[in-house]
């Protein structure tokens, strides 16, 4: 379930984040900020609420740690223990 988490991150990331990368470009072990993927404040937070939509759920305040967003495998990790083994992930391409 990780793998197909960490491939809707890239997904975001290129097709819904101004970044002008391709999936195949994002390095899933590289930070997500400035020195590795690239993004600044404002697109994390759109990150974010692109993450909440597509996965079906709301970070809180406790869980927005710095250390979460240290690469999408971090991120990944997180969001696959949030959802629960159960959970539906929606398509990559909405459609």
Excluded: C, H, W
């Amino acid at each position: 379930m990780v793998e197909n988490i960490v491939a809707q991150l890239k997904y975001i990331i290129a097709e819904e984040l101004d970044v002008n990368l391709s999936p195949g470009e994002i390095d899933e072990t590289a930070s997500l900020f400035e020195e590795g993927v690239g993004l600044d404040s404002i697109a994390i937070m759109d990150f974010i609420l692109l993450i909440e939509g597509r996965f079906g759920f709301e970070f809180s305040d406790t869980e927005l740690q710095v250390e979460l967003f240290r690469s999408l495998e971090v991120l990944a990790d997180f969001i696959s223990t949030k959802m629960g083994s159960d959970a539906v992930v929606r398509p990559e391409r909405p459609g």
